[in-house]
């Protein structure tokens, strides 16, 4: 289980994953949605969007990246006391500049006077969103403009110079700890709040009105952003990124400079990024291989907070229990399962051992096989809710095991990196339908699927009655593989961008349309349900 460094909570009162907790970002790269603990509709959005804006901050600041390039060499085992060590200092002298940030820009996606509402009764985070909004000064200024003030000083903040000597001395003589918060990112914003900067920008914003005439600064709506058209869009954000923020930036980075804190200076935030992977290599050249740090402004139709980090915990993983493949040929009805007009069938399911201990708390003497190929069923106790496992012979194939249920249909499920396994793909090859749950990146396998040349379509359905939050369900079927049903659940946020990612990406190479959910509806319907109804996290970083 991912770690997590930036806890959102409501009001402090969580410390862990399992209570309270709303989300919470690991400060490397994944972030997690608690989504029994969020309300539909603005707050699931809300919450989504300020954990991805805590992974697009630290990905994108030199503080942030100094940070989770040291915790995850520790985590590969590389100084792994020292940096995890520097990891958690980082994160200690960060934590409200991070927040300030995640919350003000989180804001934008219900509007400021809504996102207040939500974070009623939430001292903490309504302390957060005010300081972020203060940030700009005191005018009554567009949303757009004071939202992009706020990301620079917050930026600046996460950009002492101090680093850059860090970083030429390399992972390997980097201190167990930074030496006092004095320059780090919590500091720096404190100092800048103390020296009046943010009464500064409103003779900046005058100056860029006047020189700029033709991009209305001083006009638009102090509540929330209006975004123009697909066709107006790039240029809008070429402009608040190369001139807007740039200047913005460059504005509170002079000052902390007047102040004896230095700030790594817009320019060189691109030689910074190179100089930082190239300390990662001296020290573990396959990680600095496997990275991709973004120093320039992303395609439009890239995800920048990127959705396909976001796992969503739908519970805490259900004690299982394993019975022996003779006991459960014994006892076949006994993994009966009934879908909404009272038929039975059975779900069947073949599972990688990694896959099935992290959705699963398996009982103590009872560890999974490699793989897992079992019947599954829910079963209620006096203690509470888990699932029973009831193993299949030895190379079991769907075929194989529906002809022992005879007249009682078996309902196949495996998972995207389960079938990275060799033998699980032969086992399931030309059974159908399988469905696949997608639990590696997606957005990866749709262009290798396409650059292969296969057809595939795509089709898009929000999951009614979907406990708990809403989530949409991705479908994919490939003409390479008949037989498998791809399946992705997320968030609406986060299944919208990727679906509108794709669609923009690959055009008429997708073909796009909920045909082939709807024509099948009924099983689509039962896996979604078992899925939904016993996996503990949804996520697509199986891999990792």
């Given at each position: 289980?991912?770690?997590?460094?930036?806890?959102?909570?409501?009001?402090?009162?969580?410390?862990?994953?399992?209570?309270?907790?709303?989300?919470?970002?690991?400060?490397?790269?994944?972030?997690?949605?608690?989504?029994?603990?969020?309300?539909?509709?603005?707050?699931?959005?809300?919450?989504?969007?300020?954990?991805?804006?805590?992974?697009?901050?630290?990905?994108?600041?030199?503080?942030?990246?100094?940070?989770?390039?040291?915790?995850?060499?520790?985590?590969?085992?590389?100084?792994?006391?020292?940096?995890?060590?520097?990891?958690?200092?980082?994160?200690?002298?960060?934590?409200?500049?991070?927040?300030?940030?995640?919350?003000?820009?989180?804001?934008?996606?219900?509007?400021?006077?809504?996102?207040?509402?939500?974070?009623?009764?939430?001292?903490?985070?309504?302390?957060?969103?005010?300081?972020?909004?203060?940030?700009?000064?005191?005018?009554?200024?567009?949303?757009?403009?004071?939202?992009?003030?706020?990301?620079?000083?917050?930026?600046?903040?996460?950009?002492?110079?101090?680093?850059?000597?860090?970083?030429?001395?390399?992972?390997?003589?980097?201190?167990?700890?930074?030496?006092?918060?004095?320059?780090?990112?919590?500091?720096?914003?404190?100092?800048?709040?103390?020296?009046?900067?943010?009464?500064?920008?409103?003779?900046?914003?005058?100056?860029?009105?006047?020189?700029?005439?033709?991009?209305?600064?001083?006009?638009?709506?102090?509540?929330?952003?209006?975004?123009?058209?697909?066709?107006?869009?790039?240029?809008?954000?070429?402009?608040?990124?190369?001139?807007?923020?740039?200047?913005?930036?460059?504005?509170?980075?002079?000052?902390?400079?007047?102040?004896?804190?230095?700030?790594?200076?817009?320019?060189?935030?691109?030689?910074?990024?190179?100089?930082?992977?190239?300390?990662v290599a001296e020290v573990d050249a396959e990680l600095a291989q496997r990275l991709s740090i973004v120093a320039e402004r992303r395609p439009i139709s890239d995800d920048g907070l990127e959705f396909d980090r976001q796992n969503i915990r739908l519970r805490a993983p259900w004690p299982a229990g394993i019975v022996s493949a003779e006991a459960t040929l014994a006892s076949l009805p006994s993994f009966y399962s009934w879908d909404v007009d009272g038929d039975p069938h059975v779900c069947g399911v073949w599972l990688s051992r990694k896959i099935a201990t992290r959705q699963f708390a398996f009982l103590e003497g009872m560890p999974p096989p490699e793989p897992l190929t079992a019947l599954m069923v829910p079963v209620r106790t006096p203690e509470g809710e888990g699932t029973i496992f009831g193993l299949l012979p030895d190379g079991c194939t769907p075929q194989h095991a529906q002809g022992l249920l005879e007249a009682v249909p078996l309902l196949a499920i495996t998972t995207h990196f389960t079938l990275t396994d060799d033998r699980v793909a032969a086992l399931l090859?030309?059974?159908?339908?399988?469905?696949?749950?997608?639990?590696?990146?997606?957005?990866?396998?749709?262009?290798?699927?396409?650059?292969?040349?296969?057809?595939?379509?795509?089709?898009?359905?929000?999951?009614?009655?979907?406990?708990?939050?809403?989530?949409?369900?991705?479908?994919?079927?490939?003409?390479?593989?008949?037989?498998?049903?791809?399946?992705?659940?997320?968030?609406?946020?986060?299944?919208?961008?990727?679906?509108?990612?794709?669609?923009?990406?690959?055009?008429?190479?997708?073909?796009?349309?909920?045909?082939?959910?709807?024509?099948?509806?009924?099983?689509?319907?039962?896996?979604?349900?078992?899925?939904?109804?016993?996996?503990?996290?949804?996520?697509?970083?199986?891999?990792?």
């Amino acid at each position: 289980m991912h770690r997590v460094a930036y806890r959102c909570d409501r009001d402090g009162l969580a410390d862990t994953l399992r209570e309270g907790l709303l989300g919470g970002y690991d400060g490397m790269g994944t972030w997690t949605l608690v989504l029994r603990n969020i309300g539909n509709g603005d707050e699931q959005l809300m919450v989504g969007t300020h954990e991805g804006l805590h992974h697009e901050f630290q990905a994108s600041s030199p503080f942030g990246l100094v940070a989770a390039m040291g915790a995850l060499l520790a985590r590969r085992g590389y100084r792994a006391s020292t940096l995890d060590e520097l990891f958690e200092s980082m994160v200690e002298y960060s934590t409200a500049t991070h927040e300030t940030f995640a919350t003000t820009l989180s804001a934008s996606v219900t509007g400021v006077e809504r996102a207040r509402k939500l974070l009623s009764g939430n001292v903490a985070y309504t302390a957060h969103l005010t300081r972020g909004h203060a940030l700009a000064g005191p005018s009554v200024l567009p949303w757009r403009v004071r939202e992009t003030a706020a990301a620079a000083t917050l930026r600046v903040c996460m950009a002492p110079a101090e680093l850059l000597e860090l970083v030429d001395n390399g992972f390997g003589r980097m201190p167990h700890r930074l030496p006092s918060r004095t320059g780090c990112p919590d500091d720096r914003l404190a100092a800048f709040e103390r020296a009046g900067g943010p009464g500064g920008f409103a003779d900046l914003f005058r100056d860029l009105a006047a020189e700029f005439p033709e991009r209305g600064i001083g006009e638009g709506d102090p509540d929330w952003r209006h975004l123009p058209d697909d066709d107006e869009l790039d240029d809008l954000r070429e402009f608040e990124e190369d001139v807007l923020l740039r200047r913005c930036y460059d504005y509170a980075a002079g000052v902390l400079d007047d102040l004896g804190l230095a700030t790594v200076p817009w320019t060189e935030q691109k030689p910074w990024t190179e100089a930082l992977k190239g300390a990662v290599a001296e020290v573990d050249a396959e990680l600095a291989q496997r990275l991709s740090i973004v120093a320039e402004r992303r395609p439009i139709s890239d995800d920048g907070l990127e959705f396909d980090r976001q796992n969503i915990r739908l519970r805490a993983p259900w004690p299982a229990g394993i019975v022996s493949a003779e006991a459960t040929l014994a006892s076949l009805p006994s993994f009966y399962s009934w879908d909404v007009d009272g038929d039975p069938h059975v779900c069947g399911v073949w599972l990688s051992r990694k896959i099935a201990t992290r959705q699963f708390a398996f009982l103590e003497g009872m560890p999974p096989p490699e793989p897992l190929t079992a019947l599954m069923v829910p079963v209620r106790t006096p203690e509470g809710e888990g699932t029973i496992f009831g193993l299949l012979p030895d190379g079991c194939t769907p075929q194989h095991a529906q002809g022992l249920l005879e007249a009682v249909p078996l309902l196949a499920i495996t998972t995207h990196f389960t079938l990275t396994d060799d033998r699980v793909a032969a086992l399931l090859h030309g059974a159908e339908p399988v469905f696949v749950l997608m639990d590696l990146p997606v957005a990866w396998h749709v262009a290798d699927w396409i650059r292969q040349g296969a057809g595939v379509a795509m089709g898009l359905l929000p999951l009614e009655g979907a406990e708990d939050g809403a989530l949409w369900l991705l479908a994919f079927a490939v003409d390479r593989a008949p037989n498998c049903r791809f399946l992705h659940i997320g968030t609406r946020e986060a299944v919208a961008l990727l679906f509108e990612q794709l669609r923009r990406r690959h055009g008429d190479l997708l073909t796009i349309g909920d045909d082939m959910i709807r024509q099948d509806w009924g099983a689509w319907n039962v896996a979604v349900n078992h899925v939904l109804g016993a996996w503990s996290v949804l996520g697509q970083d199986a891999a990792e």
